[in-house]
């Protein structure tokens, strides 16, 4: 059945005008080790899935629908404003609590913290 072969995720594709300020984002001041980077696209392995950059001089900003399931989120969000990036107050949400982070290029992606 087509549900066996579609068993995982393997990439989450992020679209980028600039690569070097991307890279250097992700790389520099969040910390993600990269596996491969070149001018067109760029890895960072995060548990089972990789995190893509991927160049295209067409790229918006956008919410991208990408979530970091977090273990503190207000020592997360906490720890993304001393670095200057922005992030948005903690939310309660019901089942949990949420922030959003944007990178460089304003694309948005949410921080979440199950509740106990």
């Given at each position: 059945?087509?549900q066996d072969m579609?068993?995982?995720i393997?990439h989450?594709?992020?679209?980028?005008?600039d690569?070097?300020?991307?890279?250097?984002?992700?790389r520099?001041?969040?910390?993600?080790?990269?596996?491969?980077?070149?001018s067109?696209?760029?890895e960072f392995?995060?548990?089972?899935?990789v995190?893509?950059l991927?160049?295209?001089?067409d790229?918006?900003a956008r919410?991208t629908?990408?979530?970091?399931q977090?273990?503190?989120i207000?020592?997360?969000v906490?720890?993304?404003?001393?670095?200057?990036?922005?992030?948005?107050e903690?939310?309660d949400i019901g089942?949990?609590?949420?922030?959003?982070?944007?990178?460089?290029?304003?694309?948005?992606?949410?921080?979440?913290?199950l509740?106990?």
């Amino acid at each position: 059945m087509v549900q066996d072969m579609l068993n995982r995720i393997g990439h989450i594709i992020v679209y980028v005008r600039d690569m070097n300020s991307m890279v250097a984002f992700w790389r520099d001041k969040l910390g993600l080790k990269p596996s491969y980077v070149s001018s067109d696209w760029s890895e960072f392995p995060l548990d089972n899935i990789v995190l893509a950059l991927h160049h295209s001089r067409d790229a918006q900003a956008r919410h991208t629908g990408i979530v970091f399931q977090v273990d503190n989120i207000h020592e997360t969000v906490n720890t993304l404003k001393s670095m200057c990036i922005e992030v948005s107050e903690v939310r309660d949400i019901g089942v949990g609590l949420e922030a959003t982070f944007n990178d460089p290029e304003g694309n948005k992606y949410n921080l979440f913290q199950l509740k106990p």
